[in-house]
């Protein structure tokens, strides 16, 4: 088709990025900007507590209420009839010439059902990939410690590993291996792909570049609006991730309580929801840090803690690409520390844009954060070097050019088979 003839983009986030923290939706709004940039007409779909439709920036985002919505990822094959009955009505009500549905990895099921559902229309589908089912919940496994969590935890996510290979990978495999295009943006995301999927065709995975960026977000999940307006008194810690075991918390925590025995004076912030919150507050309790730690949960606003942060971290021990926080991070300049972690090493390299620690080692975590806290050249350098990288690799502009390229040559090669 090519962009000078446009068409209707279908967005299928899974979780909304309005509503709904984690670096998923705020990628997914970045890309529907792109298209919308691009001349295309732009509609995301996304769960949420209320069905609606929200126009926002010339983009609509609808709102999809299932009884299903607990189950987020895993609820795929359960979610994905009112997201194809969403995706219809709109496909009615434009009769567009051609139709592109670029879902976010097991989402892009939405596209595959869509494609067999209408294969008299013009579709292409492609898949957005960060990692696989599969690699997350052996991270999360990796993460839920018994040292740390107890038996319980660990036992929840070496169950949601085996219902996945019982009943999710199948919706997983289908979204992406029957996609138009999968795309990726690390190397370590394209060898998990083929490792658990592959082999693919040449040219099936392809790699563009991305970035972030920052917006303000609403949901039922802050009650309290006036973390927003903390007075900073001390050097500030901030992590800020989904409470995910995979997300590595409990080193950060640990390493918290290396550096308070230390008397290191700073505060410290963790900020995001999700399933794990509650066992990262009981584990903190458990080691006498909890007037030490504030867990601030879901906040709508994050520029603020990464405006005011001496130190980014983010202990990852599973992300399958990067990390859009880390991005986020670096784009305002922040000092970060963060684990060798899948492709965060793609992204950053030891004491010169970051400080890097292996994953699982509290020691040299909370060793690195106090070089940060206690170095202001370093600090500097970090600060300096993080907002010089970003502004070379992660540009709008960039991933415009490329999400471009991208969709000029699925319909060149249509036209060239046709």
Partial sequence: ?????????????????????????????????????????????????????IEKNGITFIHIKTPFNWLRGLGVGFITPYFLRALMKKVEEYNPPEIIVFGMATWNYVGYKIKLKLKQRNIKTLASCFTTHKHELKGNIRGAQIKDYGYLPHFKYMLAYVMDRLFIQYFDKKAITEADKVIVHYESTRKIIEDDYGPFLPGKILRIPYCVEIYKRTSEEQKDKGVLHLGKKRPWV????????????NTFIKAVGILKKQALDFDCYIIGSGPFLRNNERLTRRLGLERDIQFLGFVDDIKLFLEEADAYVLPSVEEGSGAISLLEAMKLGVPIVTTRCDGIPEDFTHE??????????????????????????????????????YNKKFTFEKMSQEVERVINNLWREENARA
Avoid at 238 to 249: A, F, L, S, T
Wanted: glycine share 10%; hydrophobic share 40%; with cysteine.
């Fill in 238 to 249: 901030v992590v800020i991730c989904r409470q995910d075991p995979r997300k590595g918390i």
């Fill in 1 to 53: 088709m090519g962009t000078e003839k446009k068409g209707i983009v279908f967005i299928v986030s899974g979780k909304s990025p309005i509503t709904l923290p984690g670096g998923l939706g705020a990628y997914s709004n970045n890309l529907a900007n792109i298209f919308r940039k691009l001349g295309f007409r732009v509609f995301v779909l996304g769960f949420s507590k209320q069905a609606e439709e």
């Fill in 352 to 389: 010169r844009n970051a400080l890097l620690v292996d994953m699982h080692d509290e020691q040299d975590m909370a060793d690195q954060i106090k070089r940060i806290l206690e170095d202001g050249k370093l600090k500097m350098k970090l600060s300096e070097n993080a907002k010089r990288d």
